[in-house]
């Protein structure tokens, strides 16, 4: 079959046989699975954000996806499950267009890159994922210099963003434009803190007058949604361009969705192919992003009451304080005493199928919708069990 009628063929068939368009290893895994239907996982995670699956829990997983409704193949990006993922995120942002990015850091560096233009300076967060972990991409690759503002802290203030301009704008002699402010949100370096709304609100009004563009890097952002009860749509309306992480909390291996403007979001398609990015073929991430994205918002909002009382509950036992950061959205702080944690953690994974990353001191539990498949009173038995068989 040549390579024209084999692409004619796959386009035409679509995905009703999940495993005809695997690879060998992997078809013949999948269709050996039994369905997660029929495989209850009870796994509660404190260590992420969302449901991560294992390779054969995930081919599981899209065969039960494809049982319920046939995945449709995409074509570089184009069409089937991809297009339906950015018409549910252009829908859920109020935004006009959208588009399938391989990483969160290219939806990023494009994004902050085609809306400053020929202006070369950005300003973001000190402590944001575009200045600190993204490789000095702006500046490297796309010629622009970032700009921090309010260092250590989660976020800036309109008040902090216009004296770091105005040090600027004073400050060089031979100036050049300012092209975009970018605003992470929540802040994965900061414990999960999301910037406050007014804030947001105040910042995107005076930028809007004064011709800055905004993009909000809202990889983790429904975390924050959940919390505050600020929906998607509101949030993308103060921004030009929005990213959403398809992996840290949709169950997806990989992909980024961005949205914006016909004009901005027009662009990219030609910059994904130049700097690398486009792939044949992304169902298998859409697929299973749409899939969680339906009622997810409403999961977070459940597994989030639930934890309230559940660690008000756990508060109640001795050894063990559970505090909520302020301005958090899912990340909690708890301390343990007087307890072995490694014995902790493995009386908890291996009897109650809890994980926790427990240490000596403070460390960190984050709150996601795997806390819905056990019932409080459960995990409420399976700490005190672990406290008593731990305890030093």
């Known amino acids: ?31 050996s699975l039994k369905p997660l239907a029929n495989i209850k996982n009870q ?41 339906k993922l950015c018409e549910k995120f252009a829908d859920l942002t109020g935004k006009p267009a959208s588009i399938y990015m391989p990483t969160g850091t290219m939806a990023n560096q494009l994004a902050i890159s085609v809306l400053a233009g020929e202006n070369t300076k950005i300003f973001v967060q000190e402590t944001s994922h575009i200045y600190r972990d993204e490789g000095d991409a702006a500046q490297s690759v796309f010629n622009k210099r970032l700009i921090p503002v309010a ?73 924050a949604m959940a919390v505050n009860g600020v929906s998607l749509k509101e949030y993308a309306s103060y921004f030009d361009t929005v990213y959403i992480s398809l992996y840290k909390y949709l169950g997806a291996a990989g992909g980024a969705v961005l949205c914006g403007d016909k004009e901005t979001i027009g662009h990219m398609e030609h910059l994904i192919k130049i700097h690398g990015g486009t792939t044949f073929s992304n169902w298998s991430n859409a697929a299973m992003a749409l899939h969680t994205l339906d009622g997810l918002e409403e999961r977070l909002k459940q597994a989030n009451t639930k934890a309230d009382e559940l660690f008000k509950n756990l508060n109640k036992m001795p050894g063990i304080k559970i505090s909520a950061i302020p301005g958090g959205s899912n990340i909690f702080n708890i301390e343990i005493t007087g307890t072995h944690t490694k014995i902790f953690n493995k009386v908890l994974q291996d009897k109650y199928q809890i994980v926790t990353h427990a240490r000596n001191g403070v460390f960190q539990i984050r709150v996601n919708e795997t806390l819905l498949r056990q019932s409080n009173s459960v995990i409420e038995k399976a700490f005190a069990d672990a406290l008593k068989t731990a305890k030093a």
């Open 1 to 31: 079959m040549s390579f024209l009628k084999r692409r004619n063929f796959l386009k035409l068939s679509g995905l009703s046989m999940l495993p005809a368009v695997l690879p060998l290893s992997a078809a013949k895994a999948a269709t």
């Open 151 to 223: 260092t250590g802290e989660a976020y800036f203030t309109l008040d902090q963003l216009k004296e770091a301009i105005d040090y600027h704008n004073k400050g060089e002699v031979f100036k050049s434009g300012i092209g975009t402010v970018a605003i992470e949100n929540p802040v994965r370096r900061c414990d999960g803190k999301y910037v406050p709304l007014e804030e947001i609100k105040k910042i995107s009004a005076w930028c809007r007058e004064n011709g800055y563009k905004l993009h909000m890097d809202g990889a983790r952002v429904f975390l």
């Open 43 to 83: 796994t509660v995670s404190f260590t992420d954000d969302g449901v991560f699956y294992e390779p054969a829990e995930y081919l599981s997983k899209l065969q039960e996806i494809n049982a319920s409704s046939p995945i449709e193949m995409d074509f570089y990006g184009g069409g089937g499950a991809v297009a």
